[in-house]
């Protein structure tokens, strides 16, 4: 279940949010604007993105066309349903913005699978 509320911890990303979309909705980016390839109503989201500042970004650069054709690969070889890559973006919200409020607003929509602070990685040295 998504969480109600979201307290960013020391190991998260303030103003980076991940986000994965429903499996459902055939949600992409196409210049700079969420579309959906299967008529998903996006109101909602354009409703709740209008009042923050961010980029966008798709969280993997292989081609929407690549990433499919591995998943259709995967499910086919292990007889069951995985992640879309092509449904998850990154947020990077401008500075000033509520982070903890932005994900709760996005997780209270029923097009969003889960949004969460990115987490901090951090490589031995």
Known sequence: AKPKHTVIQSGDYKNRIRVS???TSGIRLRDGQ????????????????????FQVRRLYSDSEE????????????????????????DFILEPEQNSEE???KLNSLTIVERANPDVKIYLPS
């Open 102 to 104: 932005f994900i709760d």
């Open 34 to 53: 969420f579309v959906s390839l299967t008529g998903t109503d996006l109101r909602p989201l354009y409703k709740l993105l209008k009042d923050y500042k």
């Open 21 to 23: 979309f429903v499996r």
């Open 66 to 89: 690549k990433i499919q054709q591995d998943l259709n690969k995967l499910e086919s070889q292990h007889c069951r349903v995985f992640a879309d890559f092509n449904l998850t973006y």
